[in-house]
């Protein structure tokens, strides 16, 4: 049964999803002649107040991502503080995302032997980091990186060093990071209400994640044994000897090995976009699939609590969105070009 207050954090979340950006919108913004003109919209929009802050004639592209990212985490964070108990458990696991989205940054960086500047990180409150990311900024080597990732959640990263090293690719640790989030977060619904439906959900994005990881490794020609390590054991409708199977066929014969229907498609979609390389494609083609199951779900569920994560995946749709918006309009890629970019 509902305890009033999360009936209240479900209810706030209908009206927090009002403020989101409509399809109209999106199509206005595709349609602003330069990212002056794109500013000038938003300025309609939930983001007026941090965007009034600064003179917005000179809003680059760089300076509008921080403001989209830390309007992004104002609304992930206000309904932590609105909850409490294993949903306000189950939410501050669900956020850890940020910090990992944070060490992907620095493991490209480092593997690019580039240095990222602290700034761009993805705002986290300090009672909330179990890293140090300014420290981290300042690596210039994986074994640097995993030496400051010693304290769990990450204090098996430098287990995949050697996997990295003969690899040479960034995918490795990346992929571990994930399976850490994501075991955590799954852990996390136990007992919460509305489980077996957050399950369905988290399970069928573990289920996209896996057969994107399947793709874009064997399109690198990583080792069946080591792609299977990569992958979930979690999962929705893809179940563990599924994923295995995956893992050995041929790149070709994956349509195939996937027997549910909407899952089959997408891997047709997604197999002939690996073998002509367009893998940027590729990912948009499994986001894209994934943010229409939010939005679906969030229909058809509006007083449960996956209700509340749909929400908040949508809002990181609309951060991801704008950000390709707003580097799309300074580098005047044209409308159509741009429009194939974008995940709504």
Known sequence: MKTAQLLFLISRTHGLMAHLLKTQDYVRLLGTRDLQDLVDFLLSTDYSTELSLIPTSEVSAAQLEQIIYEKLAKRWYSLVSASSGKTRKLLEAHNARFEI???KMVIRAVHGRDRIPAELFISVPRKYQRVNFRALSEAKSMIEVAELLREPPYNDFEQWLGEYEKYDNPIVLEAQLDKTYCGDFWAKTHKNPDCDKLRDLIGTELDIRNLQVILSAKFMKLEPQLIRKMTFDLG??????????????????MPGMVLWPSYSELVREAVNLAVEGRLVDMEILFSRYMYSYYEKMAMRNPNNLVYVFSYLSLCLREARDLKTLSMGKQLKINRENLRNLTLY
């Open 101 to 103: 989205e944070n060490l």
């Open 236 to 253: 929705n409708r893809l179940q563990r000897n599924a994923v295995a199977k995956l893992v050995n066929v041929e790149l070709q014969g």
